[in-house]
């Protein structure tokens, strides 16, 4: 039987969902945090073309606080987008609404490593509500 021999972008995934799945819940780091929605649509690198949008309602119970979303580019090496900055300041100011823009800083493909920047764009709106 033929094993997949591993990439670049494998093994940088694996990586980032091992920290992840290391990393506290979100009720364990904010317990304060009642409840966390997220709408992010996923832009070309010129920012006008959204490629796909997606919205839905976090379990603060069960998230990880490393918080990240992968890059839409299959071929995308070393990129993705981490939220868990944004969203640690939002709960430190106890803001209601966050939203922002990142871009991509992975290379293009694995052919293109150290040349070629990949650039997706990920703006995202984060709405949440704090226990009283």
């Not at 920290?19 to 690198?45: C, N, V």
Request: aromatic share 10%.
């Amino acid at each position: 039987m033929n094993q997949k021999k591993a990439t670049p972008r494998d093994d940088y995934r694996q990586q980032e969902s091992q920290r992840s799945q290391q990393s506290a819940s979100l009720s364990q780091k904010f317990p304060e945090l009642k409840s966390l929605t997220i709408a992010f649509g996923y832009f070309s690198p010129e920012g006008n073309t959204r490629n796909r949008e997606i919205k839905y309602t976090v379990n603060p119970a069960y998230a990880k606080s490393v918080f990240r979303l992968d890059c839409l580019n299959d071929e995308c090496v070393c990129g993705d987008f981490d939220l868990s900055e944004a969203l640690t300041r939002a709960v430190a100011g106890r803001e209601a609404t966050v939203s922002g823009e990142l871009r991509c800083e992975g290379w293009i493909s694995k052919s293109t490593i150290d040349r070629i920047h990949c650039y997706n764009i990920l703006r995202y709106r984060i709405s949440l509500e704090y226990a009283m």
